[in-house]
């Protein structure tokens, strides 16, 4: 007999903030609905937020005022904090949680904190080289985190830390490239360059490809842009190309990336892990400027680990110019031999199983520490000890 929805364990899983968290975070809600679970998104007031949980078919929202802490802001942020943990002691007090999993980023600590007064067993993912400064407080408090790069276990305080990969999204698989050029319009015998900056777009990589365009075109006359600006950016890349007298196809952002990926030969890309795990799983060659920005320097370090494997190119966004990026680019595009080694490089980075077994791993934990004692089977709800390999979890 079924369980009914209620005597089904609910996890929690903190993921807003980013793409890079959010989307990861949503795949592993994925496999614990399969896996015969509740899950609860909490998430931040962000557009992307709002956005991303219109196809998280299933799962349950809560929207935290959570802020991001920047220079200039620590009132504010703290505010968010504390309103954010009463926010999620509500929720909790209502429903609460078997289990908290934190995906990073100014959303994750006060679900985990609020998580541990209700004795939910808690776990964080951190997917970047250099884990944020949230994660790296939160490791003092949860009972297990998993990493997507092996170097990050080293830079958290916590003994139970397991490499898993970044999870993906299922629809991100290596496909013909016919498929996703048709989808998108664009022509199927011409190579495309797809240009993307993260959920909120690129200003530096913009105006770097604007100013390539010319050079790119005179060896490749038949070259396809497909240029993902970010909201802010949208309307003066058009322009950008237009005055270029170039056709392109220019949007501020496009749900379904995974036709973006699928569709394009080379990709022109900031490093944040969530977009190069996204790439591995699709086999796409990249050239990776990362964000001069970001904490610690982190993107950095992610696309350091891609080029130094092959995977991708990296070039410093201060140190480059639209000319060399054009030359670049060109080194690739013109090399068959080369976008293939780039390609069986990729996919020694791609985690396919990342998010099954992070939600396994959940619920094997749970068991252990007494939290739910009938794990739901994967198939028809059926009770049963279903996980592959659960003992792994302790490593």
Not at 2 to 24: M, W
Not at 158 to 169: A, C, F, K, S
Not at 260 to 285: D, N, Q, V, Y
Not at 374 to 393: E, F, I, V, Y
Request: hydrophobic share 45%; with cysteine.
């Amino acid at each position: 007999m079924r369980q009914n929805n209620l005597s089904k364990p609910l996890v929690a899983i903190a993921c807003g903030g980013t793409g890079g968290h959010l989307f990861p975070g949503l795949a592993v809600g994925e496999e614990l609905l399969n896996l015969g679970c509740r899950v609860q998104l909490l998430i931040s007031p962000k557009e992307v937020d709002q956005q991303a949980v219109k196809y998280a078919l299933g799962m349950e929202t809560v929207v935290l005022p959570a802020i991001g802490l920047t220079r200039g802001n620590v009132l504010r942020f703290a505010k968010g904090f504390l309103n954010s943990y009463s926010a999620a002691k509500a929720a909790f007090r209502k429903d609460p949680p078997k289990a908290v999993l934190a995906m990073g980023g100014f959303t994750s600590a006060p679900p985990v904190l609020a998580g541990k007064k209700f004795s939910a067993v808690t776990f964080l993912h951190e997917s970047n080289t250099i884990p944020g400064k949230a994660n790296r407080w939160l490791a003092h408090f949860v009972n297990q985190a998993f990493v997507g790069f092996p170097m990050a276990a080293n830079r958290l305080f916590l003994q139970n830390i397991v490499t898993t990969g970044t999870p993906v999204r299922p629809q991100f698989q290596p496909v013909d490239v016919g498929a996703g050029r048709m989808a998108l319009g664009l022509k199927m015998d011409q190579p495309v360059l797809l240009v993307m900056g993260g959920s909120q777009g690129a200003t530096g990589i913009n105006q770097l490809v604007l100013q390539a365009v010319p050079a790119l075109l005179k060896e490749q006359p038949g070259l396809q842009f497909l240029h993902l600006t970010g909201p802010a950016d949208c309307d003066r890349v058009k322009e950008g190309y237009a005055a270029l007298n170039v056709k392109a196809m220019v949007l501020p952002f496009l749900s379904e990336m995974e036709l973006a990926l699928g569709a394009a030969t080379l990709a022109i890309s900031r490093a944040g892990a969530s977009s190069l795990a996204e790439m591995a799983a699709m086999r796409l060659p990249a050239i990776l400027l990362p964000y001069p920005a970001a904490a610690d320097n982190h993107q950095f370090f992610n696309a350091r680990a891609f080029a130094d494997s092959g995977a991708a190119l990296l070039v410093e966004q201060k140190t480059t110019t639209g000319e060399a990026l054009a030359k670049m680019i060109l080194s690739v595009l013109t090399n068959p031999a080369r976008l293939s080694e780039m390609k069986q490089a990729l996919e020694n980075w791609h985690a396919p199983d990342a998010a099954q077994v992070i939600a396994e791993k959940i619920l094997y934990m749970m068991r252990l520490m007494g939290r739910y004692q009938s794990l739901p089977d994967a198939n028809n709800g059926r009770t049963g000890t279903h996980l592959r390999n659960p003992q792994s979890a302790l490593v």
